[in-house]
C-alpha cells in the first residue's frame, strides 16, 4: 500500500457541529501532516506529528484540533468553525520528519455553512 | 518578504513546447528545493527535489538551482496535455515544514 487515504472526500458542516477528518497510512511513515489549502492558494501547514508526537503547530485557532492514535492514524477534529475555514484539507507523510518526500493524500473538501 | 515566491501566470503553451517555471526564494540557508505537481481535485505528488545547486533531469523534466541568485527552475520538455496542472515549488525546513510558492497555472493545447 503506498498511498496515503483520506476521508470524508467531501463534508458540509454548520458552524455548531463537532466534526472529524481521518487520515490514514501503511507506509511505515513516521512523520504525518496537515496542510489547509484555500481556492487558488497553495498548501498551507497547519500541524506535524514526529513519531505520533505533535511537534509542529503553526499558530493554529484551537477549533481545529489534531490526533495521532498511533503511527497509521492521524485525526482532525473541528469543532466551532468559521465559514472562512472551508478549504480543502490535506493530509501528508514522510518517513522521518528529516525526509524531504512528502506523499499527500487527495484531500477532503470542507465546506463550513 | 515571502520565503518564497512564484508567478501565478496563469500560462498557457501549445503541445511540444519547451516550458520554463520559476521562482525565487529569500534566504540563503535554504538547501533543499522541491517541485509540486497538482492536478485539480488531488493532492500535490512530488516531481523532483533538489540539493544545492546545479541540475537534476528526470526525463522530459529538469530541476535546476542557482544559489547565488536565489532562483530555481523547472524545465518542461515536448509539453502534452497531461501536463496542464498547478506547478508549485516548495523549500523545506528541518522538521518537515514545507512552504510552497503561489503555484503556477499551466495549460497545454493540442
Known amino acids: 500500500d503506498t498511498e496515503v487515504t483520506q476521508t470524508p472526500k467531501h463534508l458540509v458542516m454548520g458552524m455548531t457541529n463537532k466534526k472529524s477528518l481521518k487520515c490514514e497510512q501503511h507506509m511505515g511513515h513516521r512523520a504525518m501532516y496537515w496542510y489547509k489549502q484555500k481556492a487558488k492558494k497553495p498548501p498551507e501547514l497547519m500541524f506535524v506529528?514526529?513519531?505520533?508526537?505533535?511537534?509542529i503547530n503553526e499558530s493554529v485557532p484551537s477549533r481545529f484540533s489534531p490526533e495521532c492514535p498511533n503511527s497509521s492514524l492521524l485525526n482532525l477534529h473541528l469543532h466551532a468553525l468559521q465559514p472562512e475555514d472551508s478549504a480543502l484539507y490535506l493530509c501528508?507523510?514522510?518517513?522521518?520528519?528529516?525526509?524531504?518526500?512528502?506523499?499527500f493524500g487527495p484531500g477532503t473538501r470542507l465546506t463550513v455553512l | 518578504q515571502k520565503e518564497v515566491e512564484q508567478d501565478p501566470g496563469p500560462l498557457s503553451v501549445p503541445e511540444g513546447a519547451i516550458v520554463s517555471l520559476n521562482c525565487t526564494y529569500s534566504?540563503?540557508?535554504?538547501?533543499?528545493f522541491m517541485w509540486y505537481r497538482q492536478y485539480s481535485r488531488k493532492g500535490p505528488e512530488l516531481l523532483m527535489y533538489?540539493?544545492?545547486?546545479g541540475n537534476k533531469e528526470d526525463g522530459r523534466f529538469t530541476a535546476q538551482v542557482d544559489k547565488s541568485s536565489k532562483y530555481i527552475s523547472l524545465f518542461i520538455r515536448d509539453s502534452q496535455p497531461s501536463d496542464s496542472a498547478t506547478y508549485l515549488c516548495?523549500?523545506?525546513?528541518?522538521?518537515?515544514?514545507?512552504?510552497f510558492g503561489q503555484g503556477t497555472i499551466l495549460t497545454v493545447h493540442p
Open positions: 516548495a523549500i523545506i525546513y528541518g522538521g518537515g515544514k514545507l512552504t
Open positions: 506529528y514526529s513519531y505520533e508526537k505533535l511537534s
Open positions: 534566504n540563503s540557508a535554504f538547501q533543499y
Open positions: 533538489t540539493y544545492s545547486s
Open positions: 501528508a507523510s514522510s518517513i522521518t520528519p528529516r525526509d524531504n518526500e512528502q506523499f
